[in-house]
């Protein structure tokens, strides 16, 4: 999924003409390499179907990472993350998901799921801040670093100690990153 951060800093630099400077060349660089540095030699990793599909779903994100900014700007952050959300429903959930199957996963995670469904929509409002105070191409790399973070909570929260080195590695390294894009 670190190929989406490049085609959305590919993009913003390309589609909307912002400034391609060598900190940011060089942020960008560190912030997928920390992420790469997570996956090297994982056992887990084979190159399948599912991976070209995780692929596919790299070049979409990435393109809305570009694209986001521009069909965004008119808009408050607030509408546009509700338009973003829920205009799709009529798409995605409704013809295909059962109510039977949204209370069965509101058994098992509880209270969980409704506070994550309530992190990522007010995440996603942010972000959208973000993109109206910042250009896409500095604003993007730093979102991707949410996955090292998530990474590096998982030792503190869940005692994770697995390539514990290689884990804290990653997050000097994507630090060091997001503070070239400054």
Do not use: Q
Not at 160 to 173: C, P, T, V
């Amino acid at each position: 999924m670190k190929i989406n951060t490049v085609i959305s800093f590919v993009g913003a630099i390309v589609f909307l003409g912002e400034p391609m400077t060598l900190n940011k060349t060089f942020g960008v660089t560190l912030i997928i390499a920390a992420g790469l540095l997570l996956v090297y030699k994982n056992p887990k990793f084979r190159i399948s179907e599912s991976f070209l599909y995780t692929l596919l779903c790299a070049l979409a994100l990435g393109t809305v990472g570009f694209v986001d900014k521009p069909a965004s700007a008119p808009v408050p952050p607030a509408l546009y993350s509700f338009l973003v959300w829920c205009a799709p429903l009529a798409i995605i959930a409704f013809p295909g998901i059962r109510i039977r199957d949204v209370r069965k996963e509101f058994k098992i995670g509880s209270w969980k799921v409704a506070a994550a469904a309530l992190l990522n929509v007010v995440g996603y409002i942010i972000y959208l801040k973000a993109l109206t105070l910042a250009d896409a191409s500095r604003v993007n790399p730093i979102v991707a670093t949410s996955g090292i973070l998530t990474v590096l909570g998982g030792i503190i929260v869940l005692r994770e100690r697995d390539h514990f080195l290689r884990k804290i590695l990653a997050g000097f390294i994507a630090f060091a990153g997001v503070i070239l894009l400054k």
